[in-house]
């Protein structure tokens, strides 16, 4: 692997210099195939173990690495039925973590596997943070399919520890992009209530905070407010490394059929390492808009029995969201949300929370 003399003249190794010495890390991207998804550059297939130590020479922090062009996956206008199950694949990913290994430098590894090979299965033990499914982009519906999944896969939370964490894909707040992330489809981008609960349910899955959007354009600064929350930084960068469980949901019964009325609220739960828990209070409503007029502000409640604790115990609530303390309560505490909206409770009680 060599670096492209136009667009890198003075070469890979000088850039990650360049960068280090601004005190960022420098990340590559590679695929497990032949070839990358997309650009068609080559892959690490053949060569895993030369390519690790020239990412090593390089000065490289970060490597991606996406699960394209494995041979017999794709055919002429289509995907093989094979695309999603080629024995070898797995197998391709250890080697890379075990080369990376074997250079003696440090380098974060994510698995870009989409959920399709049982990543579950194999990623957590080789990788520091996995792909669970297909590409975020930027429109509600895509953040509730991601949401809807981290909701009901249970072994998420099982897997995910320090220094392998489940991925849902860079945020996409202030994107202006479009459907699926092709050009085809019509333009779309996330309001910036719709961005805030992305970013908080990310910090609450303990998943990688990668941005896609482009951060100096100054149209975009009340993303830059999001991602600046030091409250919210935390939760995602708790010691613990655990992932929130979904320990409450409300809903209608036979989905929303109604005009008015809907409602599909939900209650987050994340162990802290200093002994208290975070706590997202999450109005998810429609899948489209958050004007639907079938769904509204929503009151959403939870009781201290959910963390494991007596009625009576006092506990000191701060609100991440908004960045301010919200006193001491007992017993439960109920927040008004708005659709699309979650909002974060940092709940610090007199004795440790059980996880």
Not at 48 to 63: L, R
Not at 287 to 301: K, L, M
């Amino acid at each position: 692997m060599q670096a492209d003399p136009i667009k890198f003249p003075r070469g890979i190794k000088w850039l990650a210099n360049q960068l280090h010495s601004l005190g960022f890390k420098f990340g590559i991207y590679t695929s497990v195939g032949e070839k990358t998804c997309g650009g068609g550059q080559p892959g690490i297939m053949g060569h895993h173990q030369i390519d690790a130590e020239t990412f090593a020479a390089w000065g490289v922090d970060y490597v991606k690495v996406d699960r394209c062009g494995w041979p017999g996956e794709v055919v002429p206008g289509k995907y093989h039925k094979s695309f999603y199950r080629i024995t070898g694949r797995v197998q391709g990913y250890q080697n890379f973590s075990a080369a990376l290994n074997a250079t003696g430098r440090t380098m974060y590894l994510e698995i870009c596997d989409w959920g399709e090979d049982d990543t579950l299965e194999f990623a957590p033990q080789i990788g520091n943070s996995f792909r669970m499914l297909w590409d975020n982009f930027p429109q509600w519906h895509r953040i509730a399919e991601i949401y809807s999944y981290f909701a009901r896969v249970l072994a998420v939370p099982a897997s995910t520890s320090p220094g392998a964490y489940a991925y849902a894909d860079m945020l996409e707040g202030g994107v202006d992009g479009h459907l699926y992330n092709r050009d085809i489809f019509p333009k779309s981008s996330l309001t910036e209530r719709e961005a805030a609960t992305e970013h908080a349910m990310w910090s609450m899955w303990s998943s990688a905070l990668i941005l896609g959007y482009d951060v100096s354009n100054p149209e975009k600064a009340w993303v830059t407010g999001l991602l600046k929350n030091s409250a919210m930084l935390k939760i995602n960068q708790d010691p613990l490394g655990i992932a929130a469980r979904l320990a409450i949901r409300n809903q209608q019964e036979g989905g929303c059929v109604f005009t008015t009325g809907c409602f599909l609220t939900d209650v987050w739960v994340k162990p802290l390492a200093d002994g208290a828990v975070a706590v997202a209070l999450v109005n998810m409503a429609g899948t489209i808009t958050q004007n639907d007029p079938r769904y509204s502000t929503e009151s959403i409640s939870v009781s201290w029995d959910v963390f494991g604790l007596d009625d009576n115990t006092s506990v000191a609530v701060y609100s991440a969201t908004e960045q301010t303390p919200f006193g001491t309560m007992s017993g439960s505490l109920s927040v008004e949300v708005k659709p699309h909206a979650a909002h974060v409770l940092v709940l610090t009680p007199r004795i440790r929370v059980r996880g």
